[in-house]
């Protein structure tokens, strides 16, 4: 499949309630876009460039997370050391952020004008979708 190992936030796939903040794929429908083999290998290059950097990037949110938990955990209020896991966090899913966009850009330009205005169809749809669940809940 595309991405592999580090392209998800914790967790595993879909990462939990995190994983769309931590997790670094693109979200890009890319087995419904009939990629060619050239493309699919471009895109396979573009994730394995990234994959060092979605790797840390999991591991540190993986180390930041178990710290935010110790210090809400904690039998005392830290405020201090509460604040300050936060914001280590709070960069990382920034970082997450940054990340997932560079990749997504790097993986429309190998796209066709078509199948990038099928990308953006199949996401508005996905988008819809879960805004009426989300609705019903």
Same mark, same amino acid.
């Given at each position: &499949?595309?991405?592999?190992?580090?392209?998800?936030?914790?967790g595993?796939?879909?990462? &939990?309630? *995190?994983?769309?903040?931590? &997790?670094?794929?693109?979200? *890009?429908? *890319?087995?419904?876009l009939?990629?060619?083999?050239?493309?699919?290998?471009?895109?396979q290059?573009?994730?394995?460039?990234h994959?060092?950097?979605?790797?840390?990037? =999991?591991?540190?949110?993986?180390?930041?997370?178990?710290?935010?938990?110790?210090?809400?955990?904690?039998?005392?209020?830290?405020?201090?050391?509460?604040?300050?896991?936060?914001?280590?966090?709070? &960069?990382?899913?920034?970082?997450?952020?940054? *990340? =997932?966009?560079?990749?997504?850009?790097?993986?429309?330009?190998?796209?066709?004008?078509?199948?990038?205005?099928?990308?953006?169809?199949?996401?508005?749809? =996905?988008?819809?979708?879960?805004?009426?669940?989300?609705?019903?809940?």
């Amino acid at each position: &499949g595309f991405g592999g190992p580090g392209f998800r936030g914790p967790g595993g796939p879909g990462g &939990g309630a *995190l994983g769309g903040l931590l &997790g670094v794929h693109p979200e *890009l429908p *890319l087995r419904a876009l009939n990629l060619t083999d050239a493309q699919e290998e471009q895109v396979q290059g573009i994730f394995q460039s990234h994959r060092t950097e979605a790797e840390s990037l =999991r591991q540190r949110a993986h180390a930041a997370s178990e710290a935010l938990r110790v210090a809400t955990s904690a039998a005392t209020v830290d405020e201090a050391a509460i604040t300050q896991q936060s914001q280590a966090f709070s &960069g990382l899913i920034a970082e997450a952020a940054m *990340l =997932r966009a560079k990749v997504r850009s790097e993986i429309l330009a190998v796209l066709t004008p078509e199948q990038q205005a099928e990308a953006t169809k199949i996401a508005a749809e =996905r988008h819809t979708k879960m805004q009426e669940r989300r609705a019903k809940m």
